[in-house]
């Protein structure tokens, strides 16, 4: 089958497609760019227009002149803005401003070699310092790893190249951040002093005790409507999460995994919050002139407005630190949450299943700090069991 610069040819078992590169100015050649497919016609059509349109972007334009820096600029454009939500492209287009394309940008794609990206690895972590001090984290190494590999496996498929060369390149093993642990005095000082803010004082108090309440996440918080809320069966249903990107936008996602969507159930403490809370909305409404609709956003300014996810986090490390309570972060109410629930005797899966964690273990590999006291829990009364002598009768 021909089309206009490219063309379909059986050949056996499989099929030749090719398809017309620019000329090329020095040499006045017009060169093709050739893949076998192997299944069947309508297999071979849909490469052919893939290529087609790779062509047209001029991402098979001179491929082995193209370089690492406009192969990625083309891969944001072409890939990740189809494909990702606004907030993962975003970071995307972070690291590659400010990390790989600096670093590697100047690169011939098809010359980029697994030493060289091992190379960038290590010059991350030891950024700035001889003894290796004052680089980025490794979970930070480890997310532009993720994008590099992805980039790399996407020009497989769009035939730039044959390997990945980041393949089998060892990235730093992943490190769990420390969190600062404060105990349940810390977080009844935190409610009281969110309680006393002069003006804005309803919706923090509410939204950090929704976090401490539920050990969910900031963004999923922010998300809530409330039709998420089911006071009468004491439930949260966590669908969506809310971010605010650097260009101001408010962008509401699903959450990223499907363990991400989950029911949580409320304690009665928390139901009562957001009963009063709501009670408060309404009349808040009132006095605005605007009708609460069940599909609103729980946590809003009194007009309506949005509020900014960062506010809520600066106003939580302030009232932290009023309470001595140096270094303890909103994210941190997720932290004592899910080790009070360990503490007491609560199944780790069940933990596992509130968090919205992809697996137990990950629950277990965070908070491996609380083995020690469930383990004093569970060995309490193991020696009389066994060990103790029967009484006499």
Same mark, same amino acid.
Request: charged share 35%; glycine share 0%; proline share 9%.
């Given at each position: 089958m021909r089309r206009a610069r490219g063309y379909i040819k059986k050949r056996g078992n499989s099929y030749l497609v090719a398809v017309s590169l620019p000329v090329d100015v020095k040499t006045g050649t017009n060169p093709r760019k050739w893949e076998t497919v192997r299944g069947t016609k309508a297999d071979a059509e849909k490469r052919l227009t893939e290529l087609l349109r790779l062509a047209d972007t001029g991402n098979l334009a001179n491929p082995a002149r193209a370089t690492i820096g406009a192969y990625l600029d083309s891969w944001l454009t072409n890939y990740a803005v189809p494909n990702l939500s606004p907030r993962t492209v975003e970071g995307y287009r972070t690291i590659i401003k400010n990390h790989l394309g600096p670093s590697l940008g100047h690169y011939p794609l098809q010359k980029l070699t697994s030493a060289r990206i091992a190379e960038y690895y290590r010059e991350k972590q030891d950024h700035g310092r001889k003894d290796g001090a004052g680089g980025l984290s490794s979970t930070t190494v480890r997310q532009h790893a993720m994008v590099l590999h992805k980039a790399m496996e996407t020009a497989i498929e769009w035939g730039l190249l044959a390997r990945n060369p980041a393949d089998h390149v060892k990235i730093p093993r992943p490190a769990f951040k420390e969190w600062a642990h404060f105990d349940e005095s810390g977080v009844r000082r935190i409610l009281e002093a969110s309680r006393e803010h002069p003006s804005q004082s309803t919706f923090l108090h509410s939204a950090f005790v929704v976090a401490i309440g539920t050990g969910m996440r900031r963004s999923e918080v922010m998300a809530l409507r409330w039709c998420d809320i089911d006071l009468k069966r004491r439930a949260i249903y966590v669908t969506r999460t809310l971010h605010r990107l650097h260009t101001g936008e408010y962008?509401?996602?699903?959450?990223?995994?499907?363990?991400g969507k989950?029911?949580?159930?409320l304690t009665q403490e928390v139901v009562?919050?957001?009963?009063?809370?709501?009670?408060h909305r %309404?009349? =808040?409404?009132?006095?605005?002139g605007i009708r609460l609709n069940d599909q609103d956003l729980v946590f809003l300014y009194g007009d309506g407005s949005h509020i900014r996810p960062d506010y809520v986090t600066s106003m939580w490390r302030k009232y932290a630190k009023q309470c001595n309570l140096q270094g303890v972060r909103l994210h941190d109410a997720r932290h004592f949450h899910a080790t009070l629930l360990l503490k007491k005797g609560v199944h780790p899966k069940i933990v596992q299943a509130r968090l919205g964690h992809g697996s137990v273990k990950v629950t277990m590999d965070i908070y491996s700090h609380a083995l020690d006291e469930m383990q004093d829990a569970a060995i309490e009364g193991f020696d009389e069991?066994?060990?103790? %002598?029967? =009484?006499e009768r």
């Open positions: 962008v509401i996602r699903p959450p990223k995994t499907a363990s989950r029911t949580i159930k009562e919050a957001l009963r009063k809370f709501r009670t %309404e009349t =808040e409404a009132v006095m605005q069991a066994v060990f103790a %002598e029967p =009484e």
